[in-house]
């Protein structure tokens, strides 16, 4: 069983930065399209990006041309380079596949972006 553990986390002014950071306690396939997701208090949690095995990658248009995905199968880790944040993306951020989720939920990493 896979355990996936989110972390990079933290409280940031808007307009700064964060790299999060996805590490799998057992080796994934390199042919998993990972993504990751974030859940707002009150909202459903949403998919803000994914890569491919190839380096193929997708943005919800809310994160579009600020975060970047990308992957290290070498490290087994995931990671997430925030940019430009806004109050907005305030949330728990976490890792799974993608666009199917097939494994647990980890205990996320929270991002509080200040206004």
């Known amino acids: 069983q896979v355990q996936l553990v989110e972390s990079g986390g933290g409280l940031v002014q808007a307009g700064g930065s964060l790299r999060l950071s996805c590490a799998a306690s057992?080796?994934?396939?390199?042919?998993?399209?990972m993504g990751w997701y974030r859940q707002a208090p009150g909202k459903q949690r949403e998919r803000v990006a994914s890569i491919t095995s190839i380096g193929s990658t997708n943005y919800a248009d809310s994160v579009k041309g600020r975060f970047a995905i990308s992957r290290d199968n070498a490290k087994n880790t995931v990671y997430l380079q925030m940019n430009s944040l806004k109050p907005e993306d305030t949330a728990v951020y976490y890792c799974?596949?993608?666009?199917?989720?097939?494994?647990?939920w980890g205990q996320g990493t929270q991002v509080t972006v200040s206004s």
């Open positions: 057992g080796r994934i396939s390199s042919s998993l399209t």
């Open positions: 799974n596949t993608a666009p199917i989720v097939t494994t647990a």
